[in-house]
């Protein structure tokens, strides 16, 4: 066993892993969405920026010209505010009734997905006071066209567009609905009809109408209406001609030999070739930072641009690697796990899902890091 003196690590974290974001990566994915479009854009913000960093991001996104900005909760939309935002936050899911004050005070849209949230909207409105609050106060509407999530049904959406037309404390901000399968065009054209049939008399009134999420935004211009919506876009995955802006490194806490045919880690489902002593070196990584454990033995890291595998099951907190074709790293080199040459799609179509699903899943303990290019 080696053990090796240990200094800090010179970033500003008490960790030696750590996620970096790439700022630049950022602007730059903007602009080609931006000038692909031409239209308006809300950056979707939900689950703390697809665990990017929401409140870091969004200065720099409203500073490039974002239009507004898309959240899940009214929690999300509330630290938005906090964090120094001025442009609407429309919260993109369901807002319970209790927080309508919240929403009102903050300027948060709130997005009508029932004809009961309209009253239930006026009895919070006549319970507040709300001296100094601009009334009409802006709602979206959410109508469904086929996900069969959340919405109001294209075929009653114009009641309610009306209602609300006709009140005198609601405005309608936008109205939008959402793809269920964006890559199927087929059915996605026939949820744009839907859509159509619910908006067009609408035409020419000062209401927002948007449908595309990043895939549509991209690969269909008469989806793109008065705005689109960009999530997983403008964090570079999914679409080749975008960067990834996350990059997942660890440093190496300690390195080992192990003799001819050992195990490592538990369940011993990774052993040393019989032939040879192999050099183990150990990173603090683990499930409890969203790195699924069905990737144990599947995955590969970085160092000093040799590829190293990892090995053994990754456990909550740590992993490990065969760096036995790697004589020079030692403790505290740091080895690269993700970058925008080993992208987390790779681990999503090892795991079979999706991308998104794992970027989220890195917020939980790993510290972000901040950089430009």
Same mark, same amino acid.
């Given at each position: 066993?080696?053990?090796?003196?240990?200094?800090?690590?010179?970033?500003?974290? /008490?960790?030696?892993?750590?996620?970096?974001?790439?700022? &630049?990566?950022?602007?730059?994915?903007?602009? #080609? !969405? &931006?000038?692909?479009?031409?239209?308006?854009?809300?950056?979707?913000?939900?689950?703390?920026?697809?665990?990017?960093?929401?409140?870091?991001?969004?200065?720099?996104? /409203? @500073?490039?010209?974002?239009?507004?900005? =898309?959240?899940?909760?009214?929690?999300?939309?509330?630290?938005?505010?906090?964090?120094?935002?001025?442009?609407? *936050?429309?919260?993109?899911? $369901?807002?319970?009734?209790?927080?309508?004050?919240?929403?009102?005070?903050?300027?948060?849209?709130?997005?009508?997905?029932?004809?009961?949230?309209?009253? /239930?909207?006026?009895?919070?409105?006549?319970?507040?006071?709300?001296?100094?609050?601009? !009334?009409?106060?802006? +709602?979206?509407?959410?109508?469904?066209?086929?996900?069969?999530?959340? %919405?109001?049904?294209?075929?009653?959406? #114009?009641?309610?567009?009306?209602?609300?037309?006709? @009140?005198?404390?609601?405005? *309608?901000? %936008?109205?939008?609905?959402?793809?269920?399968?964006?890559?199927?065009?087929?059915?996605?054209?026939?949820?744009?009809?839907?859509?159509? @049939?619910?908006?067009?008399?609408?035409?020419?009134? /000062?209401?927002?109408?948007?449908?595309?999420? &990043?895939?549509?935004? !991209?690969?269909?211009?008469?989806?793109?209406?008065?705005? +689109?919506? !960009? %999530?997983?876009?403008?964090?570079?995955?999914?679409?080749?001609?975008?960067?990834?802006?996350?990059?997942?490194? %660890?440093?190496?806490?300690?390195?080992?030999?192990?003799? #001819?045919?050992?195990?490592?880690?538990?369940?011993?489902?990774?052993?040393?070739?019989?032939?040879?002593?192999?050099? *183990?070196?150990?990173?603090?990584?683990?499930? $409890?930072? =969203?790195?699924?454990?069905?990737?144990?033995?599947?995955?590969? =890291?970085?160092?000093?641009?040799?590829? *190293?595998?990892?090995?053994?099951?990754?456990?909550?907190?740590?992993?490990?690697?065969?760096?036995?074709? &790697?004589?020079?790293? #030692?403790?505290?080199?740091?080895?690269?796990?993700?970058?925008?040459?080993?992208?987390?799609?790779?681990?999503?179509?090892?795991?079979?899902?999706?991308?998104?699903?794992?970027?989220?899943?890195?917020?939980?303990?790993?510290?972000?890091?901040?950089?430009?290019?």
């Amino acid at each position: 066993m080696t053990i090796t003196h240990r200094t800090q690590s010179n970033i500003s974290t /008490q960790r030696d892993a750590w996620v970096e974001i790439n700022l &630049s990566a950022l602007e730059r994915n903007f602009k #080609k !969405i &931006s000038d692909l479009t031409k239209t308006k854009i809300m950056a979707v913000l939900k689950a703390d920026a697809y665990g990017h960093g929401a409140t870091t991001l969004a200065p720099i996104l /409203q @500073s490039l010209g974002i239009k507004s900005f =898309g959240v899940a909760t009214v929690d999300e939309g509330v630290a938005l505010r906090n964090s120094g935002i001025k442009i609407p *936050i429309v919260i993109l899911g $369901a807002t319970p009734f209790w927080s309508f004050e919240t929403c009102i005070k903050n300027d948060l849209t709130i997005t009508i997905y029932s004809p009961e949230q309209i009253n /239930q909207l006026k009895d919070s409105l006549n319970n507040l006071k709300l001296t100094n609050h601009k !009334i009409p106060i802006p +709602v979206q509407i959410k109508i469904d066209t086929g996900m069969n999530r959340l %919405g109001i049904d294209f075929k009653d959406a #114009k009641s309610v567009i009306n209602e609300i037309i006709k @009140s005198d404390f609601l405005k *309608i901000e %936008g109205v939008f609905s959402h793809l269920s399968d964006a890559k199927d065009s087929k059915f996605s054209y026939i949820q744009k009809e839907r859509f159509d @049939s619910a908006v067009e008399a609408y035409n020419g009134m /000062q209401i927002s109408k948007h449908l595309a999420n &990043s895939y549509a935004a !991209i690969n269909y211009p008469d989806f793109r209406y008065d705005m +689109v919506r !960009i %999530g997983i876009a403008l964090y570079g995955q999914e679409f080749n001609f975008l960067e990834p802006l996350i990059s997942l490194k %660890g440093r190496v806490t300690e390195i080992h030999k192990i003799s #001819k045919g050992e195990f490592v880690s538990y369940e011993r489902t990774w052993q040393a070739p019989k032939d040879s002593i192999s050099t *183990i070196a150990t990173v603090p990584i683990g499930y $409890a930072d =969203g790195i699924d454990r069905k990737l144990s033995n599947k995955i590969s =890291g970085t160092y000093n641009g040799k590829t *190293i595998n990892q090995v053994g099951d990754i456990t909550m907190d740590q992993m490990m690697f065969d760096v036995t074709e &790697s004589n020079d790293i #030692k403790v505290n080199d740091a080895i690269t796990l993700l970058d925008k040459n080993n992208p987390i799609s790779i681990w999503a179509a090892l795991l079979n899902t999706i991308s998104y699903e794992l970027v989220c899943r890195l917020k939980i303990r790993l510290p972000r890091i901040y950089t430009r290019d």
